[in-house]
């Protein structure tokens, strides 16, 4: 028996090393699911479960144990809600409904959903990134988006953030990408001719194009908000229009151009009629049945006159817009979440950002030879600098949309912007990366006087690499390791702390199932941590000081000898009715006194249990 080995032959060697190659380009997207999951999923129950993270999952709670909940103006379909606010849908409840399922009602299926949703669009991110820029691009995409603050903050807890939104943004833009290419003539110029614009849509365009339209009404549905990545859709169609090569342009003009894609445009159209039906639905009924499109009316009075509820004058453009860009600035450093004991944040994002945009900028200028003028066999690089372009108007689009508002003007409406800057800032990195490459073999080679210089260049471009993500990305991961030290010793803030835990657990224990909520934040969280185990009834009303109403709702709950009723502490209180409360009871001739405190961590009260005797 032959026991020497016989040597692996070049073609098996090729093969192998062909596999890893291959195998090596998806380690970034492995990797980068691992670290958003790493730093989502540690300590999942901090900060504390907020009110407005509960406020589409108490709902769900009547549906699943077949009672009528509360529905929005009265409006739903049979006994089920189709929207939490004029503006805000009732999907992010009913995508729950899985995970309330699976784990039960309570801060872990609330916060599952929406980490569960950010890990899908970190995939859509990536196949993004190497559909429009290569593996390179899309490797460094995602890791910058996996440690991002505010994707990992907002996924985790979704406080006025529709996290789904990105896997309708994302997932919309590369179907669409995929009928473009699909019925594209300029991929193809050489081997098609004039004929091919007549043609209609191939097998499958069509399909996908209606999917696309569907996840677009989805997320018109999901939050009004999602109007905004309408609008970015069509500045990216513009950036293409106007970027197309001039032998394109001489194949066809721009409104042949414009007439082939309205089959594309009439398909996307249906799917968004599709997915945004329930919103339509609620519209139409309030239209017929109280003279008013509740949603439209919202919208259209908002452009008229402040907001209803934040006062926010959508016509004092230039106040508003200094304010978005510093909603944006607070965003992409990540310096939001105060309520996790310090708003820690990235120093070097916004430069890096800034650094990006531009150096992208001028090397995408450089790859495309003026876009327009490049020779079709540089297309690939020609179709990459639009994209870049494409993606810096759609970022720029955002920041000035987030001047108008039909409620508040905050960071967390940026939510729906990534993964652009990442996109942004991953294209300089990988581009300087390239350059710096290219001059490799001269530097080796050339033993001409340039040498010298071009090591300098090159040296120069690496560097520039590095500062544009290694800076960002560990400072990225600095500031989530801090927000967790944080978290471990406070606990979270006021109400965004564990103290509900504390009041969740007594109120369960003693069996108050109905108490009275005389504050805002205390019903919808204790509802969905205690399985509708106990249901607090609000009486304190939405106005700035008490009002009659309340008056009447407190002597009417005090005929109850046996309620208990909760506040929040003076500092952390929103709608402070406790003194009122108590001058209430004291005419009736009772004694309020305090029966149980929760208290965060950092010994304050939070949630006050009163009883008048």
């Not at 026991?3 to 997207?29: E, F, G």
């Not at 980068?32 to 999923?41: D, E, G, N, Q």
């Not at 108008?404 to 967390?412: D, E, K, N, R, Y």
């Amino acid at each position: 028996m032959d026991l020497v080995q016989a040597a692996p032959t070049p073609a098996k060697s090729t093969k192998v090393v062909d596999i890893a190659a291959r195998v090596a380009r998806y380690i970034p997207l492995v990797a980068a699911i691992a670290l958003f999951l790493a730093f989502s999923l540690r300590q999942l129950h901090l900060p504390g479960f907020y009110y407005d993270e509960a406020l589409d999952l108490a709902p769900m709670l009547d549906v699943m144990q077949g009672r009528q909940p509360e529905l929005l103006r009265g409006i739903g379909i049979g006994r089920f809600p189709v929207m939490l606010l004029d503006y805000m849908g009732s999907l992010g409840g009913y995508l729950t409904l899985p995970f309330m399922g699976l784990f039960g009602p309570g801060y872990v299926a609330a916060r599952a959903q929406p980490i569960f949703f950010s890990c899908v669009t970190i995939v859509l991110a990536w196949l993004l990134a190497r559909r429009w820029f290569g593996y390179g691009v899309a490797g460094i995409a995602v890791l910058l988006l996996a440690v991002n603050p505010s994707f990992i903050w907002f996924s985790r807890q979704g406080i006025s953030v529709t996290s789904v939104m990105t896997v309708f943004s994302i997932g919309s833009l590369l179907l669409l990408d995929e009928v473009i290419r699909r019925e594209s003539w300029e991929s193809s110029i050489e081997d098609r001719g004039p004929s091919a614009a007549r043609r209609g849509l191939s097998p499958g365009s069509w399909l996908l194009a209606l999917i696309a339209g569907l996840l677009i009404g989805l997320g018109l549905w999901a939050k009004l908000l999602f109007l905004r990545w309408v609008i970015v859709l069509m500045v990216i169609g513009a950036v293409f229009l106007v970027t197309r090569s001039r032998e394109a342009r001489r194949i066809q003009s721009q409104r042949e151009h414009l007439a082939a894609l309205a089959p594309v445009m009439r398909w996307t159209l249906a799917g968004m009629l599709l997915g945004a039906s329930p919103l339509i639905y609620y519209n139409l009924a309030g239209l017929i049945r109280d003279g008013q499109p509740w949603t439209v009316t919202l919208l259209l009075d908002a452009l008229m006159r402040p907001t209803q509820q934040f006062g926010v004058n959508n016509l004092d453009f230039f106040h508003n817009i200094r304010k978005a860009y510093d909603d944006v600035r607070v965003f992409v450093d990540g310096s939001y979440f105060w309520y996790n004991g310090v708003p820690f944040g990235n120093v070097y994002a916004v430069p890096a950002l800034i650094l990006g945009a531009i150096l992208g900028a001028i090397l995408a200028i450089v790859r495309g030879h003026g876009l327009s003028d490049l020779p079709l066999a540089e297309q690939g690089k020609r179709d990459a600098s639009r994209r870049f372009f494409a993606a810096l108007a759609s970022i720029a689009t955002l920041v000035v949309l987030g001047a108008f508002t039909v409620s508040g003007l905050w960071s967390t409406h940026q939510f729906i912007m990534l993964p652009l800057p990442q996109l942004v800032v991953a294209c300089a990195a990988v581009w300087l990366a390239e350059g710096a490459a290219h001059l490799v073999p001269r530097v080796m080679w050339d033993a001409s006087r340039h040498a010298t210089r071009n090591l300098q260049s090159m040296l120069l471009a690496t560097v520039f690499t590095c500062v544009l993500v290694a800076l960002p990305f560990s400072r990225d991961v600095w500031v989530n390791e801090q927000h967790h030290a944080t978290l471990a010793r406070t606990g979270g803030t006021g109400r965004f702390s564990d103290a509900i835990y504390k009041l969740a657990d007594w109120l369960d224990a003693n069996e108050v199932h109905q108490p009275v909520a005389l504050d805002w934040g205390i019903e919808k969280n204790l509802r969905v941590l205690t399985a509708d185990r106990v249901r607090p009834v609000e009486i304190f009303g939405f106005s700035e000081q008490a009002d009659e109403g309340f008056r009447q709702r407190a002597v009417e709950m005090l005929q109850d000898p046996n309620r208990r009723y909760i506040v929040l502490w003076e500092r952390f209180a929103v709608y402070n009715r406790r003194q009122d409360f108590t001058e209430i009871a004291n005419r009736m001739g009772r004694q309020v006194v305090e029966t149980f405190i929760a208290h965060e961590k950092s010994g304050l009260p939070v949630y006050v249990v009163l009883e008048a005797r």
